[in-house]
């Protein structure tokens, strides 16, 4: 069983993620993506974890069709368990050879079941449909299938599916298609579960019930690609919108979530960078990444790491900031910076609880610094702007002359989060693993990123056009450093 912070099998990289409990235990099904040429068909890979800290990778657990068949991609779908103890997995089918009616590679919906505790699966291909008149061929995917029991005297099961009009402005002819079933095997087209007539398509489609409310969570396939929530107080709507309403920021997609205990998680993955490098696109699938959503009163959501994660870093990791704390770092119309006086190792978890200031413009973690502070990726604190954003410097150079900076852009603009940012205190915690970093503020906004071009350094904090009290600080290392 490997330890880590975040999974990603060797040699492969983590797609779309399909969490199931059971007895206590997730059960991870998720797409596996090789990056290789001729590119093969993608099958439904199994990690297990009881602690989220220890993943057991299983290998295959789908596996994909042949290239005659419809399901030679097996793309993303979810799993449900019926009266019997028989498991219904439901998968999109995917054959790039095989076009639909409008020119795209056909999307179906499928079907295979497990009478095993889903050690095998038997697909049922008799039970496959595509999308029905007036939706797109091409755009029929992620079916998602929950249990309603709002009528007890007819209890039905539900499937969302990631589908688009076939008609209307090519932006905004995503909508969250329906069909329903008393059997599972048999579905019923029906009116669309939203039907918002705003992005190009709502991926991975996950719907919950907490307490009194309802919580809708889709990626949003745009030029933002954020997975974000909708909540209710009933399964029909209408769907709120959430005042902080994504899960994370540009990097962390196609997140789902399973509970256990009455606490809910969310599983996604953290896109990989082409080439490795800073300023390389986003790429399709990367590194598993778990946020444990807490329940605020009012009904909204927060985001931050599971304790059983936190607690996992439990080896002091002796850094010199200040001779003691409290310690203030003032800078009415300036800046201010305290650095380590070494190196931090490639994984660790750090805490900073910093009391800033009213009309304080900026304060924040450094990481992987130079000795000066010149140099390091930054997690800033924006209390003006309301916003928690990911930088870095120096930005890639495109000359010689002083000038010649990658664009004239505040920060890397992908990776911002808002953020509720009153006088007072508050928590920045962040965990680095290699390439990796994940930041949260409060255990309220999470914002998850990619730091390749510096692969060491130290750790800073600092403040600007204010000042910030540190009041806590904190670095820890695991055991298997």
């Known amino acids: ?23 206590g235990e997730f059960w991870l099904f998720y797409l596996h993506e090789e990056r290789v040429t001729p590119k093969p068909g993608t099958s439904w890979h199994l990690v297990t974890t009881k602690d989220l ?21 097996a793309y993303t ?48 291909p008799e039970d496959t449909f595509g999308a029905p008149e007036g939706y797109e061929s091409g755009d029929w995917r992620d079916p998602f299938v929950f249990r309603d029991e709002s009528d007890p005297a007819r209890p039905v099961w539900r499937m969302l599916i990631a589908a688009r009009h076939a008609t209307g402005p090519d932006r905004r002819r995503g909508v969250i298609a329906q069909c329903v079933s008393t059997d599972l095997v048999t579905w019923e087209y029906t009116d669309p579960f939203w039907d918002p007539r705003r992005y190009i398509t709502h991926e991975c489609p996950d ?20 997975t974000r929530y909708r909540m209710a107080k009933s399964p029909d709507g209408p769907w709120e919108v959430p005042a902080l309403d994504s899960i994370d920021g540009r990097a962390f997609y196609a997140s789902k979530s399973a509970c256990r205990d009455g606490r809910r998680f969310f599983f996604g993955w953290i896109a990989s960078k082409e080439g490795n490098r800073d300023d390389g696109p986003w790429q399709w699938a990367g590194t598993m990444s778990v946020l444990e959503a807490r329940q605020n009163p009012d009904g909204t959501l927060g985001f931050g790491f599971a ?140 914002l998850s990123a990619r730091i390749y071009d510096r692969p060491s350094g130290r750790i800073g904090i600092f403040a600007g056009e204010g000042s910030a009290t540190v009041v806590e600080f904190d670095v820890r290392q695991r055991t298997d450093n």
């Open 77 to 124: 779908g979810s799993v449900v368990v019926d009266d019997d103890g028989t498991h219904h997995l439901f998968y999109t089918g995917q054959n790039p050879h095989r076009l639909g009616p409008d020119g795209l590679p056909l999307q179906l919906v499928m079907r295979a079941t497990s009478s095993d505790g889903m050690r095998t699966w038997t697909k049922h």
């Open 307 to 446: 304790d059983e994660l936190v607690d996992s870093f439990w080896v002091e990791v002796p850094v010199s900031l200040a001779e003691a704390l409290p310690a203030e770092l003032s800078a009415p119309d300036s800046y201010s910076a305290i650095i380590s006086t070494a190196d931090l190792p490639s994984r660790f978890y750090a805490k900073a609880v910093l009391d800033i200031a009213p009309d304080t413009t900026e304060c924040g973690l450094l990481l992987r610094s130079s000795d000066d502070g010149d140099a390091s990726y930054v997690l800033r604190l924006e209390p003006r702007r309301g916003r928690l954003v990911f930088d870095r410097w120096p930005r890639e150079l495109t000359g010689d002359a002083q000038w010649h900076v990658s664009g004239d852009v505040p920060h890397d603009v992908e990776l911002e989060r808002p953020c509720h940012l009153a006088p007072g205190e508050h928590t920045l915690e962040v965990i680095v693993d290699g390439d990796l970093c994940v930041a949260v503020v409060d255990r309220q906004v999470a």
């Open 53 to 73: 800290t220890q993943f057991e990778y299983h290998g295959a657990a789908l596996q994909h069709g042949s290239t005659q068949e419809p399901d030679f991609n």
């Open 1 to 23: 069983m490997k330890r880590s912070v975040f999974f990603q099998p060797e040699g492969a990289w983590v797609g779309d993620l399909i969490p199931f409990e059971k007895d």
């Open 207 to 226: 719907v919950f019930q907490w307490g009194d409310w309802w919580y809708l969570v889709y990626s949003e396939f745009s030029e933002s690609f954020t």
